[in-house]
């Protein structure tokens, strides 16, 4: 069975995220993110799920990152390698969206830190993106 749009469309973000953060310059979130999926000969559907996701990182990622500042206790963002920022940033962007249940931004930013990164990047991001739900008044 395929993967669901909202899933491919995540997996994708992150990539897009991912090699903008590697990047390490200020380059133009959205630009970057069309060259991946080009590349990729990624499908509209995805791209517009992911693209929503990418311009709320690009618009609001001095928040994000201040929010996940306050988090990530012990830990600053800059620090972290590049999925593990790159997936928290994700989960935040779609948590202020707010179209999606925490739990299940959580689920999913879980698997894509399994699959990209390790184990330990998967339960440092539940714990993370579960604290962030909280503060943000979206899990009680």
Not at 39 to 62: G, H, M, W, Y
Not at 106 to 126: D, K, P
Request: hydrophobic residues 45%; aromatic residues 4%.
């Amino acid at each position: 069975m395929p993967a669901r749009l909202e899933t491919r469309g995540r997996s994708r973000a992150l990539q897009a995220l991912y090699a903008w953060d590697v990047r390490g310059t200020p380059a133009d979130l959205p630009r970057v993110a069309t060259m991946v999926w080009d590349d990729l000969a990624i499908q509209p559907e995805e791209r517009a799920f992911a693209l929503a996701l990418i311009k709320l990182v690009a618009l609001e990622r001095a928040e994000i990152d201040a929010e996940l500042g306050e988090v990530t206790t012990n830990w600053r963002l800059d620090r972290l390698g590049h999925i593990e920022r790159s997936v928290l940033r994700l989960a935040a962007a779609e948590l202020m969206q707010g179209g999606t249940p925490p739990r299940v931004v959580i689920q999913e930013c879980v698997r894509l830190a399994e699959r990209f990164g390790s184990a330990t990047s998967a339960r440092f991001v539940n714990g993370v993106i579960d604290a962030l739900a909280r503060r943000m008044g979206r899990l009680s």
